[in-house]
């Protein structure tokens, strides 16, 4: 593995209007590492997504991506730049189709890639391959899940972040999901940021792990010393 970060994250602070989500948050990604983020409801796993991805100006820090200072930078700019970011809630375009809404995912790309990017979903989503011409807002919400990191995927990113992947999901459906991210990682080399309330999955998965707590990061480590620590687990975990 390449010993220079990929995502280089320093003093990040973000708020909302006068109140702090985030109060300078230091971490970084190595390339083909896969990272989960962990923590209680509003600990500001989001808002860090938010920050990295261009949707959220930060108040202070720097974001190094690929050697470049990328903080307040406009999102768009950002995705073309390889970064991609699979939102909360999914966020499909219902009344698109399956296959509308990969090509809208891969909007930086051009045809011939498209076309690559939505065969590569089939592979990865063999559900999806059956749906095609089917209305995304008509697909289950593990399918609109699915769909939602399949159009992630449309851009070709080095820097995939996923927030709550496993979110009203069924568990079969979860594991199509975190089977296919594992692929995508082993297989592409995809750097990966993972926002998950499920630990024992997201860990499962990842290389290293980080807990934010009310907006600070509280603990981090490799992801199989974070599962087995039994305080660690009853105090963010829920374990
Ligand atoms: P969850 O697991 O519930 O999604 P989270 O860890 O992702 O939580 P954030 O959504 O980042 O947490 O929220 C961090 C803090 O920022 C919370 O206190 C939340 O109330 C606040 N916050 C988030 N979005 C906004 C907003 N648009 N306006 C004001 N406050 C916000």
């Excluded at 809630?89 to 939505?118: K, Y």
Aim: hydrophobic share 45%.
């Amino acid at each position: 593995m390449p010993d220079t970060p990929i995502l280089e994250v320093s003093g990040l602070v973000a708020a909302y209007g006068a109140i702090r989500a985030l109060h300078g948050i230091d971490l970084s990604l190595m390339p083909g590492e896969v990272v989960a983020v962990l923590g209680a409801n509003g600990a500001g796993k989001t808002t860090l997504l938010r920050c990295l991805s261009g949707l959220l100006k930060p108040v202070d820090g720097r974001i190094v991506f690929d050697g470049d200072d990328i903080a307040g930078k406009p999102a768009e700019g950002l995705v073309a730049r390889g970064i991609s970011h699979v939102p909360q809630g999914r966020m499909v375009f219902p009344g698109l189709s399956v296959r509308e809404n990969l090509i809208v995912g891969g909007w930086t790309r051009d045809r011939a890639a498209t076309a690559q990017g939505i065969d590569r979903a089939c592979t990865y989503f063999p559900r999806l391959a059956e749906r095609m011409d089917q209305q995304a807002g008509t697909l289950s919400g593990g399918e609109q899940q699915m769909l939602a990191v399949a159009r992630g995927l449309m851009s070709q990113p080095r820097l995939l972040m996923l927030d709550e992947p496993s979110m009203g999901v069924a568990p079969v459906i979860k594991a199509v999901i975190f089977d296919a991210l594992a692929d995508i990682a082993r297989d592409e080399g995809v750097t990966m940021l993972i926002v998950e309330q499920d630990a024992e999955l997201a860990l499962d998965l990842a290389d290293r792990g980080y807990v934010l707590e009310t907006g600070s990061l509280a603990v981090q480590g490799p992801a199989e010393a974070l599962l087995v620590d039994d305080a660690l687990r009853r105090a963010y975990l829920g374990g």
